[in-house]
Nanobody, 125 residues
Framework: QVQLVESGGGLVQAGGSLRLSCAAS????????MGWCRQAPGKEREFVAA????????YYADSVKGRFTISRDNAKNTVYLQMNSLKPEDTAVYYC??????????????????WGQGTQVTVSS
């Protein structure tokens, strides 16, 4: 299994930017697709973005497409989420997750296991 620790959340004004990081332990990180999900108060957890194990393919939720960018550095066992043009509706706890499969494309929410503890992102209007 992969252990995940998110960081980089905080309070930012609308229109601002944040970069989230997710540090992974375990020797299988570079063979697993990774992703980010978020959960706002009173709402279900929702998919945000995912990246293949090689980093060559990505996928985004429509609500963040064009504003968020997911990337990874396999040498550092880290995945990132660059968030630009933030909106108040982006306020949520953001979770990093790893694909349960090895070397298989871009994961969907159903493929995620090994969740991190989450990092709070608050966007003020």
């Amino acid at each position: 299994q992969v252990q995940l620790v998110e960081s980089g959340g905080g309070l930012v004004q609308a229109g601002g930017s944040l970069r989230l990081s997710c540090a992974a332990s375990g020797h299988t990180f570079s063979s697993r697709g990774m992703g980010w999900c978020r959960q706002a108060p009173g709402k279900e957890r929702e998919f945000v973005a995912a990246i293949s194990w090689s980093g060559g393919s990505t996928y985004y939720a429509d609500s963040v497409k064009g504003r968020f960018t997911i990337s990874r550095d396999n040498a550092k066992n880290t995945v990132y989420l660059q968030m630009n043009s933030l909106k108040p509706e982006d306020t949520a706890v953001y979770y990093c997750a790893a694909d349960r499969r090895l070397r298989v494309g871009v994961p969907s929410s159903a493929d995620f296991v090994s969740w991190g503890q989450g990092t709070q992102v608050t966007v003020s209007s």
